[in-house]
Nanobody, 120 residues
């Protein structure tokens, strides 16, 4: 059983930055998703096990960066120039199948989520 534990969420002013972390072990492609109040969960970014390949939601390119440190078994999401519409619960996810993916159903393991609130 893979355990994923997110951290790093909090309250930040618009224009600020946050870095989320997800503690995970194992050889998996991983991703970040988010769910805003009253909305469906949406894809944010994904990264291969090696870290050599990444893929982002078009709307977030240039502001968010996904990375991982396999020596520390940790996945990261660097979020810059945050906007109030980035307010959501952010989840990390892992998939056992190879390759990158952007659909929820392709991921096998999920963390509990960490709240990010961006004030205007």
């Amino acid at each position: 059983q893979v355990q994923l534990v997110e951290s790093g969420g909090g309250l930040v002013q618009a224009g600020g930055s946050l870095r989320l972390s997800c503690a995970a072990s194992g050889r998996y492609a991983m991703a970040w998703f988010r769910q805003a109040p009253g909305k469906e969960r949406e894809f944010v970014a994904t990264i291969s096990w090696s870290g050599s390949s990444t893929y982002y939601a078009d709307s977030l390119k240039g502001r968010f960066t996904i990375s991982r440190d396999n020596a520390k078994n940790t996945l990261y999401l660097e979020m810059n120039r945050l906007k109030p519409e980035d307010t959501a619960v952010y989840y990390c996810a892992a998939k056992t199948a190879r390759g990158l993916a952007s659909r929820e159903g392709q991921y096998d393991y999920w963390g509990q989520g960490t709240q990010v609130t961006v004030s205007s």
